[in-house]
Structure formats: structure tokens, C-alpha cells
């Protein structure tokens, strides 16, 4: 196969600028005419391999230069054009080697631009959040993805929505599936809608968790989920056909701005809506409060995974009939988070939930174990926290696993409630003749809005204080300030 060609006229146009030659000068010293050079700066020519090593000889540049040097630029500018604000102008890759390489300059001054903006957009959401929990909100909107808009509504509300619970609980009854189901519900989806369900190997989906065919009318799932998410897969597929007009009234209300965004609102609810399936609310609801909570007990008398008894523990806020309010997030060894929900909306004002400190963190150094501890915030509110890994869909022999944690907290007031309340680790106490409760691990809601002195943990100053800048003195934390 031939070499691709090298067109790099704009380089070799900065090369020569900065050298401060004439394009005559330059060309005598390549061995080539004035006219040709001009040429090559204007990209109708490609530099042929004797003029890149005549290059290398007498301007000392490096040939990989010539290959490499716009790649760092266009991934910068393609990580300004994907900004929500920016939908809808993302440059083809042409049009981007083409910017980078003809203006270099304004390239890099439009990415130090948006890097600039993208901060100071961060401090303002951080400086709202704070103004926000002193009970001074603020109406700064920005630009969001559809993903963003949606968790957000999903976040600052109750995880309950009666009238799914209702139709849920409605379907149960129908269904009549004893214990057995993913068979009722395959039987209920062949008899109603004539949809076919089938797992199917790897080799066949490879990217797929679940795909429905509405030429065949078959339902296919991958055999890389396990038991209890092929049955939420399947569940989820029901209700949505069931319970569209309840579904479509709490994406209703919901207000989002864009037909992507209800979408993905759709796939949320009718996830939830399975869990209200797979778990009915006065029989979950009674069974929370004989185990004290007990995930894993719920878990085996629901044949339910961890993470779905969980997530159906923050949906118990039945007026009459409610459980402990929990909330939860989940979140990859990186630090993203994908979910955040609670049974009073997910408290970012109380808890956060990003303080490096979370034994959400330390749950993937002991995959499998659930870590309990109380942990206390500034303003001396303190939680309750249940902490978990959790592993994805199964993966081929050469495929590193999905492994995600999830954090389960509630208020520190219902820790005799629920079992893990009594796992809180005590120390001895002469004067008591008993087990005191230990401090609880002092954490933040988050590094730039915690103004916690000596943290070993802290990864950003506080957007509230000035950094200290003492040449004579070192505090502990990586970031010290006033």
C-alpha cells in the first residue's frame, strides 16, 4: 500500500515564519524553487520524503512533527464543539485538521477559552450549591445533555410515583405469577402482544444487553445478563407496554425540554416500574421492616440481585405505609456517577455525595463485602452509610468486568431501625460498662465546597477561601488555604 501523502503547508509556513525567512530564502536552502514552496505552504503539494529529510538536516525538524503535531489540537477542539451549548455544530474530522492546522493559534487560544469557561461554569455551580443549602437558591440555567436533564429531574424528587405503583400492583395481581415470574410475564407478552422471548449467545449479541425485533416480534436478551436482569429486561418490556399512559403522564410532568430527554425518562420509569413489579410494595414494605432492611434477606425472597432490592428500598414513601427514607448513588472505580436517587429526592444540600472519603471508594479494594460506617458532615448532620461493589454483565474470558459500587445512606437518627445499625463499630467505655459508638468519619459534600482543615483527602481548595500561600509553612492537605 503507498504512504499516505503529507500535506503540511501551514507547519512549514510556521517553521519558516519563525525563522524569520523569506519563502526565496527558505526555498535555496531546501534545494527547491521559490514557486514550488509557495506550493507546498498552500497545500498543493505534498512534501515528498527527500524534502522531510532536507527539512530534518538543515531546520532541525523532527519528521514526526509533521505527522503528529495537529493530533493534540483537534482532540482539544473536539472536546470544545461536543459542549451541550454547542448541539448541533460539531465540525466534520476534515474541518477540524483544517482549523488547527491553518489557524494554530486561534485554535489554541479557543481551547485556553472554553477551558476557562468550563471552570468558571463549574465554580458557579459550586458557589449555587452552597448558596443553595443556606436556603438562598439561585436560577442559573446552562447548557445540558439530555442525560443530564433527565437525571437531574429523576434527582431532586421522591423516588415514588404512585401511579406506577398502583398499575404495578394492578399487573401482579393479573399475572398471578407465584414463583415463577419470568414465565408469566413470557406467557402474558406471547398471549397479548404475540412477542416472542429468546436469550441468545454472545457470539450473536455482542454489543446488545436486549434487542426487540418488531418485524418477527421476538424479544432478544443476552445471555451475558444474569437471571435477575434478564427478568428486569423482560419486565421492563411489559410494563412498558402496559402501563404506557401512566408512564406517559409522569414524563408529562416532568417538563423536559427535548424529545431525547423524554426518551431516556421513559427507559427510567419503566426500569422503575419493573422493581415495582418484581417487588409489590405491601409485600416488600412488610417484608424492609421484618429483616430491619436487610438487603441480602430481601434480596433472596424477591430473587432479586443486591442492587435491585436496594434501588427498591429508596421507592418505600407510601403515605400510611412509608420505610426508612434512604437514598443512594452509584459510581465506577473512576469516580463517575450514573444514578442518584432518594426516597425525598437525593439531599445534595445535606450529603453531596462526592468527598473522596465515601467508603463508596473503598468498596472496590473489597469487592463483594458490604462496608458500614456513620459518617458526619461539617454542620454535624450525620448518615448512615451501606457500601457495595457490584458486577455487570458477565464478561468473555479476555474481557475486564463492569464493576460498579452503589452507596445506601439515610439519616444517623434510623440506624436502630435497620440491621446494619448494629455494625457500627464500638469501642470500649470504662465509664459506661459498655460499647460507645466511635466518632463518625468526618467527610464533605464535596472538596471545592468543604472547608475542613488538614484532609489528607482533599483533591480541590475550597471555592470559599483564598489558598494560603505561606512559603514558611506546609499544612497536611495537598491544598492549604486561609
Not at 109 to 129: F, I
Not at 242 to 250: D, G, H, K, L
Not at 262 to 281: K, N, W
Request: glycine share 8%; aromatic share 8%; proline share 7%.
Amino acid at each position: 500500500m503507498a504512504d499516505p501523502k503529507i500535506f503540511a503547508g501551514p507547519r512549514i509556513r510556521r517553521i519558516r515564519q519563525a525563522k524569520g525567512l523569506t519563502q526565496t530564502a527558505m526555498a535555496e536552502g531546501l534545494g527547491i524553487s521559490p514557486s514550488y514552496l509557495n506550493l507546498i505552504e498552500r497545500n498543493q503539494r505534498p512534501l515528498t520524503v527527500q524534502l522531510i529529510l532536507r527539512l530534518a538536516s538543515v531546520y532541525k525538524v523532527e519528521p514526526q512533527e509533521l505527522h503528529a503535531e495537529s493530533k493534540g489540537a483537534v482532540a482539544a477542539l473536539r472536546e470544545v464543539f461536543s459542549d451541550p451549548l454547542l448541539a448541533g455544530e460539531l465540525p466534520g474530522e476534515q474541518e477540524l485538521l483544517e482549523l488547527s492546522e491553518v489557524a494554530p493559534n486561534a485554535s489554541a487560544a479557543m481551547v485556553k477559552l472554553y477551558r476557562a469557561y468550563r471552570e468558571q461554569a463549574g465554580r458557579l455551580s459550586d458557589l449555587s450549591e452552597l448558596l443553595a443549602r443556606e436556603g438562598r437558591g439561585t436560577a442559573v440555567a446552562a447548557a445540558r445533555l439530555p442525560i443530564d436533564e433527565v437525571r437531574e429531574a429523576f434527582e431532586r424528587r421522591p423516588n415514588h410515583f404512585p401511579g406506577i405503583e398502583e398499575e404495578a400492583e394492578a399487573f401482579s395481581r393479573l399475572l398471578d405469577a407465584g414463583d415463577d415470574l419470568f414465565g408469566a410475564l413470557k406467557a402474558w407478552l406471547k398471549s397479548e402482544y404475540g412477542i416472542v422471548v429468546k436469550v441468545l449467545p454472545v457470539a450473536t449479541m455482542p454489543n446488545w444487553r436486549r434487542r426487540y425485533d418488531r418485524h418477527s416480534q421476538r424479544l432478544f436478551l443476552s445471555e451475558r445478563l444474569s437471571p435477575f436482569d434478564q427478568l428486569r429486561e423482560v419486565a421492563t418490556e411489559a410494563c412498558l407496554l402496559r402501563m404506557s399512559v401512566a408512564v406517559a403522564a409522569e414524563i408529562e410532568a416532568f417538563r423536559l425540554s427535548s424529545d431525547e430527554a423524554r426518551r431516556l425518562a421513559r427507559f427510567d420509569l419503566g426500569r422503575y416500574a419493573a422493581h415495582a413489579l418484581m417487588m409489590p410494595y405491601p409485600a416488600f414494605q412488610a417484608a424492609a421492616l421484618r429483616a430491619r432492611y436487610d438487603i441480602d434477606v430481601l434480596r433472596s425472597r424477591f430473587s432479586v440481585s443486591f442492587e435491585q432490592a436496594a434501588n427498591r428500598l429508596t421507592m418505600l414513601q407510601r403515605p400510611g405505609a412509608s420505610g426508612v427514607p434512604f437514598f443512594m448513588l452509584e459510581i465506577d472505580n473512576a469516580g463517575h456517577r450514573f444514578r442518584k436517587a432518594g426516597a425525598q429526592g437525593f439531599p445534595h444540600s445535606r450529603f453531596g455525595g462526592e468527598c473522596p472519603k465515601l467508603a463508596v471508594h473503598a468498596a472496590f479494594g473489597q469487592p463483594g463485602q458490604i462496608l458500614v460506617e456513620a459518617v458526619e458532615m461539617p454542620d454535624g448532620a450525620e448518615f448512615l452509610t451501606i457500601a457495595r461493589t457490584l458486577e455487570g454483565p458477565q464478561g468473555a474470558f479476555n474481557e475486564r468486568p463492569r464493576r460498579t459500587a452503589l452507596l445506601l445512606g439515610c439519616d444517623i437518627g434510623f440506624k436502630d431501625e435497620i440491621v446494619y445499625g448494629t455494625a457500627l463499630p464500638g469501642i470500649p467505655s470504662a465509664s459506661l460498662g459498655k460499647a460507645a459508638s466511635m466518632p463518625a468519619t468526618p467527610i464533605g459534600p464535596a472538596c471545592r465546597l468543604c472547608e475542613r482543615t488538614g484532609c489528607l483527602a482533599r483533591a480541590e481548595p475550597p471555592v470559599t477561601r483564598p489558598l494560603g500561600l505561606d512559603e514558611m509553612v506546609t499544612g497536611l492537605s495537598a491544598f492549604d488555604f486561609q
